[in-house]
């Protein structure tokens, strides 16, 4: 119950350093405002004067509100400190590849007060500092693992929509537009996420980007194959010249043959990826049933020799799912 201590009096600590800063501010301000002189009382000629002047315009001081300044604080501080983590590109990268509007900083803000409140869930059901340790494993691993399905299913969802879309913009091309026309009929015809995708293509160059910044960004932002040699394409073109309507062509029927082998492989080996999954967490869902219905059943392996067997256990379990994924996606990934 210690740590649980420790970690209460660590949030009242930072929650009163960011209230003391706040309050400092305002002080300041406060103190710099009454610090000013008022100004002279005009009299004698000066008085004639100044009445006949226009009297100027009421300078309106807009002062944001408390919880505005806060968020402003803390997002500064926020940013400040998820650039300084080596994977903040990678983190920035996902956070785009799946479609979320959160900045780096405010996902890792989400990502601590996750892990925070999990340990201290842990700890208060089963008054354990193993429990503690638990929760701060399990709290960025499932984070990253949210993170990681909504990626693949955006990915998913665009590959779905992508054949049919670089068809249209082949077909626009045929009648006479142009590429970023053609683009912009996508963006309007198309649901999201393809049609979002080809609008902000759209507004990037209409932004003032050039066009390979902005097929640069559309790559960053997916992930997928497809996605690449269409941009190859457009680049090879823009630079070369060629006909980049028969190239689509070709590509769209070289990328539609894919998906149906693709389609095929995975129905062959869906039985043995249900099997990977389920092989993997039947350990773990059998050991958080016991400790949640009798945790005085799974008391014995709460000590020294019973923690260095869960966690031989739950290496080798690791490592066999990572094996066993990684066949599979070299089957079906190609």
């Not at 090879?236 to 029927?253: E, K, M, Y």
């Not at 059998?286 to 400790?291: K, M, N």
Request: charged share 20%; net charge neutral.
């Amino acid at each position: 119950m210690s740590g649980l201590a420790f970690l209460g009096i660590a949030s009242a600590v930072i929650g009163l350093v960011m209230l003391g800063v706040w309050t400092s501010l305002e002080w300041r301000d406060l103190r710099q405002a009454e610090a000013q002189p008022p100004p002279e009382s005009p009299g004698g000629e000066d008085l004639d004067v100044y009445l006949q002047q226009e009297p100027p315009e009421a300078e309106i001081e807009v002062r944001e509100p408390l919880l505005t300044s806060l968020r402003q604080l803390v997002d500064k501080a926020l940013s400040s400190w998820a650039g300084r983590i080596p994977t903040a590109d990678r983190r920035s990268i996902a956070l785009k590849q799946a479609n979320l509007n959160v900045r780096p900083g405010e996902w890792l803000f989400l990502e601590v007060a996750w892990t925070v409140l999990l340990c201290i869930g842990l700890g208060l059901r089963f008054g354990s500092l193993v429990m503690l340790l638990v929760g701060l494993g399990l709290g960025p691993i499932s984070t990253q693992g949210l993170l990681r399905i909504l990626r693949t299913r955006r990915e998913r969802l665009f590959e779905s929509q992508l054949l049919d879309a670089m068809a249209n913009v082949s077909a626009a091309m045929k009648s006479g537009l142009g590429l970023l026309q053609a683009f912009s009929r996508v963006a309007q015809t198309f649901p999201d996420p393809c049609g979002l995708e080809f609008r902000r293509i759209t507004r990037d160059v209409e932004l003032g980007l050039d066009q390979s910044t902005a097929l640069h960004n559309f790559v960053e932002r997916n992930s997928s194959d497809d996605v690449r040699l269409l941009v190859i394409a457009i680049r090879v073109h823009h630079l070369a010249g060629g006909n980049l309507t028969a190239t689509l062509d070709r590509q769209i029927d070289v990328i539609r043959s894919r998906l149906k082998l693709r389609g095929h492989v995975r129905s062959l080996t869906a039985q043995v990826r249900a099997s990977a999954v389920i092989l993997s967490l039947l350990p773990v869902g059998l050991t958080g049933i016991l400790l949640v219905l009798s945790p005085s059943y799974f008391a014995p392996m709460m000590v020294t020799t019973g923690i260095t067997m869960l966690a031989g256990a739950g290496i080798s379990i690791g490592m066999g799912a990572y094996i066993m994924q990684r066949i599979v996606n070299s089957v079906v990934q190609f």
